[in-house]
């Protein structure tokens, strides 16, 4: 009977058991996404890599919930012990080391949805770093970001700007149309919509 050698052992993803945690934690799909700061359609996706990956399955899906396999259970228990211990490894070897302030800037969307479970996760891992957060609009930030007001902001702008700014685009979104539910609005002309002031985005 042949032993398999640590070179054909896949390694598994800290991301993907960040992913695994975060799901069991809030129970779906969607509020694992906030928590990762990905989209509902990148965590499914890192769940289907995870699955492929260890040939069984982790979540059991329905209409209504995602519950952890037995199989799941196991993983989980594993993911936070690899986490647990990447934590140590980084308190021993990094924070020492690192200590300052961040200047970051925010839109209100992104504030409310993503940063608290970002600051947590980065307060544990940097506690010798200050984040001081602006909540502005993108414009307001990009201004600020140029006179170096800022060290680094999230902001929304469309592909061609991010290009121009030399901005790393984090994550994409559609534009959409929304109106109440039997509305006559969209039979206007013009349309009658509702927009945030000039600049705000």
């Keep these: 009977m042949?032993?398999?050698s640590p070179s054909q052992i896949p390694l598994l993803d800290l991301d993907l058991l960040r992913t695994v945690v975060a799901i069991a934690e809030t129970g779906n799909f969607s509020?694992?996404?906030e928590a990762t700061f990905r989209t509902p359609s990148a965590v499914s996706m890192q769940v289907k890599k995870m699955e492929e990956l260890l040939g069984r399955a982790v979540f059991r899906r329905d209409s209504r919930s995602v519950n952890l396999t037995?199989?799941?259970e196991q993983l989980l228990a594993h993911a936070r012990r690899v986490l647990a211990l990447n934590?140590?490894?980084v308190t021993?070897?990094?924070k020492p080391d690192i200590s300052g302030v961040v200047r970051l800037g925010a839109p209100d969307e992104v504030a409310e949805r993503y940063l608290p479970g970002f600051l947590k996760a980065f307060s544990e891992t940097h506690p010798g770093i200050t984040v001081d957060v602006l909540v502005e609009s993108?414009?307001?930030m990009l201004k600020r970001v140029k006179r170096k007001l800022l060290d680094i902001a999230i902001v929304s702008c469309d592909v061609g700007t991010a290009g121009n700014i030399g901005a790393e685009i984090l994550w994409n979104e559609k534009l959409v149309w929304a109106g109440v539910k039997g509305g006559i609005?969209?039979?206007?002309n013009p349309v009658p919509?509702?927009?945030w002031e000039e600049g705000c985005t």
Excluded at 185 to 188: M, R, V
């Design 193 to 195: 919509v509702s927009v």
């Design 2 to 4: 042949s032993a398999t």
């Design 185 to 188: 609005a969209f039979e206007q």
């Design 70 to 72: 037995p199989d799941g």
């Design 138 to 140: 993108s414009s307001v």
């Design 92 to 94: 021993q070897f990094i």
């Design 31 to 33: 509020s694992a996404a």
């Design 87 to 89: 934590r140590d490894i």
